[in-house]
């Protein structure tokens, strides 16, 4: 059965570092997502991208994350310089054109900014 | 944000009796709700969803109900398998086309006990 997959499954990073994190969402999918959960809260959306530009952001969403798909199945998260509270679970999306209201979710990237 | 509320963080049941997983919302713009469920370490994973203009939808052992006048929807887990025990997400889409996010509850652990 096709799924998202990310890389890497955990990152480690120093505060004001630059980290990417990699999704592959599922092939014939053409809406993208991005959500992040912080230990104990609420899982939340960030940005949402289609047909190579963002759909929708969130008021997380700053000037300090930006989204792109490099390629035909690539679709990157990067944080230009890491905050201490951007450490949480961030987990990629698809969905389909025939239901775009279910999102498919990768198993996630844990980032930890130390 | 309490626009999606799971207002039990835990449930215990015995295996084999009817898990009911409650959700509550409050914006009448939500569209489609989403069950999700989430082991640890791993990404959530779609179970079931129902449209704003249905009341039901069935697939085996999961039924969702939906009361729109009262935001209210429930997830039915007949007969509970050892196997369930997980948390489960309520989500809630908002949007159209390529806008569309989901909205997020707490979560419900469900403890199925053989």
């Known amino acids: 059965e096709p799924e998202v997959t990310q890389t890497p499954s955990h990152q480690v990073t120093q505060m004001g570092q630059e980290v990417i994190l990699r999704c592959v969402p599922i092939?014939?999918?053409?809406?993208f997502y991005w959500y992040r959960q912080i230990l104990g809260q609420k899982v939340e959306f960030l940005v949402s991208?289609?047909?190579?530009?963002?759909?929708?952001k969130s008021e997380i969403f700053d000037d300090q994350f930006s989204v792109e798909r490099p390629d035909g199945s690539n679709f990157t998260l990067k944080i230009r310089s890491t905050k201490l509270e951007d450490s949480a679970m961030y987990f990629c999306?698809?969905?389909?054109?025939?239901?775009?209201?279910?999102?498919?979710f990768g198993p996630g990237t844990r980032l930890l900014v130390l | 944000d309490q626009q999606v509320k799971q207002n039990s963080p835990s449930l215990s049941v015995q295996e084999g009796r009817i898990s009911i997983l409650n959700c509550d919302y409050t914006n009448s713009m939500f569209d489609y709700f989403l069950w999700y469920k989430k082991y640890p370490a791993e990404g959530p994973t779609f179970l079931i969803s129902?449209?704003?203009i249905k009341d039901k939808n069935e697939d085996g052992r999961f039924t969702v109900f939906l009361n729109k006048s009262a935001k209210h929807l429930s997830l039915h887990i007949v007969p509970s398998q050892p196997g369930d025990s997980a948390v489960y997400f309520c989500a809630a889409s908002v949007g159209a086309g390529n806008n569309r996010k989901l909205i997020w509850g707490l979560g419900t652990s469900l403890a199925v006990n053989p």
């Open positions: 092939s014939n999918h053409l809406y």
């Open positions: 991208f289609y047909n190579n530009e963002i759909s929708e």
């Open positions: 999306a698809s969905s389909d054109r025939g239901t775009p209201e279910t999102q498919y």
């Open positions: 129902i449209s704003s």
